[in-house]
């Protein structure tokens, strides 16, 4: 199981990134995938999830209205598109394989299994 995690870089506050992650064709067809961040001297902390099945999306408050999850399934790869960001968006992202197909628990560590190696966004004001 690999996950490949791009699309980072420097951005003004108020642009857009968009970060893919290449999954499997397992982790695509019957894995949630979600994604999370880990600032500096922070903890990693969820923003983000969707289902295999239904596709169901999950956010953290933070990130509501300006970020979205999709994936597409020909391509076996999950996006997180990033609109009007913020300093605070600033970190390194992290898309991981979840256990389950979906499901409202996003808890790290128990949750999920597979993680990507991570990809630096960083927001300049």
């Known amino acids: 199981v690999q996950l490949q995690a791009s699309g980072g870089g420097l951005v003004q506050a108020g642009g857009s990134l968009r970060l893919s992650c290449a999954v499997s064709?397992?982790?695509?067809?019957?894995?949630?995938v979600g994604w999370f961040r880990q600032a500096p001297g922070k903890e990693r902390e969820f923003v983000a999830d969707?289902?295999?099945?239904?596709?169901?999306?999950y956010y953290t408050d933070a990130v509501k209205g300006r970020f979205t999850i999709s994936r597409v399934k020909a391509q076996s790869t999950v996006y997180l598109q990033m609109n009007n960001l913020k300093p605070e968006d600033t970190a390194v992202y992290y898309c991981?394989?979840?256990?389950?197909?979906?499901?409202?628990?996003?808890?790290?560590?128990?949750?999920?299994?597979?993680w990507g190696q991570g990809t630096l966004v960083t927001v300049s004001s």
């Open positions: 991981a394989r979840s256990k389950f197909r979906g499901g409202g628990n996003f808890d790290p560590d128990s949750t999920y299994d597979y």
């Open positions: 064709r397992l982790t695509i067809f019957y894995r949630a």
């Open positions: 969707i289902s295999s099945d239904n596709d169901q999306t």
